[in-house]
């Protein structure tokens, strides 16, 4: 979310206020936030959204986590030492940390809970750990770069050293499950989750809200807050309206109102925008006809203006898209060559395809997840489409739909947005493009390319630094200069947040404060 080619905007992730003074924090009540749409899951095995994750990151617990300066800090690892080739890990857990059913957490959950994840669809989160590829192959029962070594302790072994592994231990895929519940209930685990985490789950109206509450036997002390309502309003207008009455604490800014809530005398001091490590994009589904030739996909990419989107829907408020890393992510090259708007070379490649002024093509199906701006922004893109001769339909699906549908391939033409687990550019180039992650472990694409998988892989391995960021560099414009993946443009947080909430934290890791957001540092102060 921060470049350190020159900016280093975001190496230190902004607090809206710092922590209340642990004397004078006030305890009670009731934070009431928003989400779009329903989260698909609350099995942290089978997360792929931010919007599930908000919820995951309070129930659950992981080994370690990312501070306020985007550090590894021990959350149930108390400590944890590696080898000298940086190859082995050794985590040892706290004592006396208990799951919400009230049984404490041995090492069995870890290496439980890693395994059954591995087997979700974050499989790149664990596959750096040595045997994970034949395990996930069914070559092996378990994953030998797992050991107990006792009770309380863990030691993982890696393929080959990783440099953000310990990052990786903090996304929310590697949260520990107790294995007995989630072996119980199997897939209703996703719908009635157990974890160590500061906040339990109480219940899940779909299409209404999800409830939770505080708990007291957290091993770092009970949150200030009583409990966490997440509501379910699509419309950005209506959450807008609610925020103003007085019903939400915070909420993210409608489209076409950003401009206008910075000059409210009365919101203007609510406002928080902040830059973040995520891109707005749109990507094709290579396998597919007439997606699987490149001109069509570059044809696309000419067609279409991202600063109409940025400068007309979203105010100037968010960054005009170029290429695939946004400007805050350590490593972006800001001479990163993406496909300019000229619809004449548009035309070109079209008849150059077969299809001169797109006659002959068919309509494109543009696949899409509720919310205003979706819709916006599909609408503008239909339009600027028509421009150079191809004509868009419109699919608009909630989120889970939508994220199904392109996790299954039924999707040629669709909306992704991606918003980085940890700063690193591997996990937005590796996870994104990488052949072996074709499909619902992030490749939606279904992009194959064996010099770049070579690149990638080759990045991967190396000792953090320039040479390393190069490599990846190098890799991003391949993908560019392929048409696979065009971005409209990077993301920003844009909250409103009432003056008594204390303590949120603005991540760059987050697209709006309650994502990924530690809600246990909140109160309210009213």
Not at 21 to 30: D, E, H, S
Not at 272 to 297: C, H, K, M, S, Y
Not at 311 to 334: R, S, Y
Request: charged share 25%.
């Amino acid at each position: 979310m921060s470049t350190r080619c020159g900016l280093l905007l975001l190496a230190v992730a902004l607090v809206l206020t710092g922590p209340p003074p642990a004397g004078g924090q006030k305890q009670g009540g009731t934070l009431r936030a928003a989400f779009s749409s329903d989260p698909p899951t609350l099995d942290p095995a089978q997360a792929t959204d931010t919007t599930s994750s908000a919820v995951i990151r309070q129930i659950f617990d992981t080994l370690v986590e990312l501070d306020e300066t985007l550090k590894p800090v021990p959350a149930l690892a108390e400590r944890w030492s590696a080898s000298k080739d940086q190859r082995v890990y050794t985590f040892v857990l706290r004592p006396g940390v208990r799951f919400h059913h009230g049984r404490e957490l041995r090492a069995g959950d870890v290496k439980f809970s890693f395994e059954r994840a591995a087997r979700g669809k974050r499989p790149w989160v664990f596959e750096k750990i040595a045997g994970t590829r034949e395990f996930l192959r069914g070559q092996a029962s378990e994953i030998r770069g797992i050991r107990l070594v006792d009770d309380l302790s863990v030691e993982v072994t890696l393929e080959r050293p990783f440099a953000p592994f310990l990052s990786l231990m903090a996304y929310d895929a590697a949260s520990i499950v107790p294995r007995e519940e989630a072996s119980r209930l199997g897939v209703e685990f996703a719908s009635h989750p157990v974890g160590t985490g500061a906040f339990r789950f109480v219940r899940w109206r779909r299409d209404d809200q999800v409830v939770l509450e505080k708990f007291n036997g957290h091993f770092r002390g009970a949150p200030s807050l009583d409990r966490v309502v997440f509501r379910i309003i699509p419309a950005e207008i209506t959450r807008f309206n609610e925020y103003k009455t007085g019903h939400l604490d915070y909420t993210d800014i409608p489209t076409g109102h950003c401009r206008a809530v910075q000059r409210d005398p009365a919101l203007k001091q609510e406002v928080a925008i902040w830059p973040i490590l995520g891109t707005q994009a749109v990507r094709f589904n290579v396998e597919r006809p007439p997606f699987n030739d490149r001109r069509i996909r570059q044809a696309v990419g000419h067609a279409i203006e991202p600063r109409a989107i940025v400068a007309g829907l979203l105010e100037g408020c968010v960054v005009a898209g170029k290429g695939i890393l946004p400007p805050a992510m350590p490593g972006f090259n800001p001479g990163v060559s993406g496909p300019a708007f000229d619809r004449e070379r548009a035309r070109r490649l079209l008849a150059e395809a077969g299809f001169p002024a797109g006659k002959g093509l068919g309509p494109f199906t543009f696949h899409y997840n509720t919310g205003d701006l979706n819709q916006r922004i599909a609408e503008l893109l239909q339009a600027q489409l028509k421009e150079v001769g191809i004509v868009l339909e419109l699919r608009r699906l909630d989120w889970a739909a939508h994220i199904k549908l392109v996790d299954e391939g039924g999707a040629g033409f669709f909306r992704q947005g991606w918003i980085a687990d940890y700063p690193d550019p591997e996990n937005f180039l590796t996870v994104l493009f990488h052949s072996r992650n074709a499909g619902a472990a992030g490749n939606t694409s279904r992009y194959r390319n064996p010099s770049l998988d070579r690149l990638l892989d080759e990045a991967d391995g190396m000792a953090p630094g320039s040479a390393r960021f190069k490599r990846y560099q190098e890799a991003e414009q391949i993908v560019l200069d392929d048409g696979v993946w065009i971005s409209l443009y990077h993301y920003t947080s844009r909250a409103l947040i009432k003056p008594y909430v204390k303590g949120l934290e603005r991540s760059p890791l987050s697209s709006a404060p309650e994502f990924l957001a530690p809600l246990r540092k909140v109160s309210l102060d009213r």
